[in-house]
């Protein structure tokens, strides 16, 4: 079967750094996204990266290991508006989106 | 308006009821899509439509009918539901239904509560 894994929960101080984990199983590969969805509203894009390394977007970076199935999200001088749920969501080999069930991430001041 | 639309944003009926919900993109995209979200797991992905085409069903029950009159507009019609299918029910477009860069822009969501 195909999976994500996610933490479901994680804390954090504001201005200090965090890194959320993916690791996925799945048919394929065809690139990766990273979501991100306040509460009561859309999930909107963050970054995708299909080629293993680190892309750079101001405060959030994505990193992605093909080998090893493995993808993180890093976010920087954190705000407390940064607290939000995080998705991870999988391209397979059929061109289908495979979703993780999310990271909720609650920022303390 | 811009982006992806959705009404009604909430939405409370009883199990014999039918409701439709509406979902409205302005982004010129080619695909349409419907997805369930419940808290705490991943997003499930209900139905998609390309060119106003059906291209995906994956087993959804009968009591949720979909219908997309042209490529701007979906809408999910809903019947006989049962209180287990109260969730997040949330409407995405992309510029096409393949591909491996096929970024979905999201509508806010209906907070649906079934009695």
């Known amino acids: 079967g195909q999976n994500i894994d996610q933490p479901t929960e994680m804390t954090a101080t504001e201005g200090a750094i965090v890194q959320i984990n993916c690791t996925y199983q799945t048919s394929g590969f065809n690139g990766l996204f990273w979501y991100q969805q306040h509460a009561g509203e859309a999930p909107t894009f963050l970054s995708y990266?299909?080629l293993d390394g680190l892309e750079e977007k101001g405060r959030f970076s994505s990193f992605l290991s093909r080998s090893k199935g493995y993808s993180y999200l890093l976010l920087k001088e954190l705000q407390m508006k940064d607290s939000a749920s995080y998705l991870c969501?999988?391209?397979?080999?059929?061109?289908?989106?495979?979703w993780g069930a999310g990271t909720k991430l609650i920022i303390k001041p | 308006e811009t982006g992806v639309t959705q009404t009604p944003r909430h939405l409370v009926m009883g199990m014999t009821n039918k409701k439709s919900l509406k979902c409205e993109q302005h982004l010129g995209h080619n695909a349409m899509y419907w997805y369930k979200q419940s808290a705490k797991k991943p997003l499930e992905l209900m139905f998609v439509y390309s060119l106003e085409e059906r291209v995906e069903n994956n087993s959804v029950p009968s009591r949720f009918s979909p219908e997309c009159p042209n490529s701007s507009h979906l809408f999910l019609h809903l019947h006989t539901l049962q209180p287990e299918d109260s969730a997040l029910y949330l409407c995405?477009?992309?510029?096409?239904?393949?591909?491996?860069?096929?970024?979905?822009?999201f509508g806010p969501g209906t907070r649906l509560t079934v009695l």
């Open positions: 995405a477009s992309s510029q096409t239904s393949g591909g491996s860069y096929n970024e979905q822009f």
């Open positions: 969501a999988v391209v397979d080999s059929n061109y289908q989106l495979i």
């Open positions: 990266n299909v």
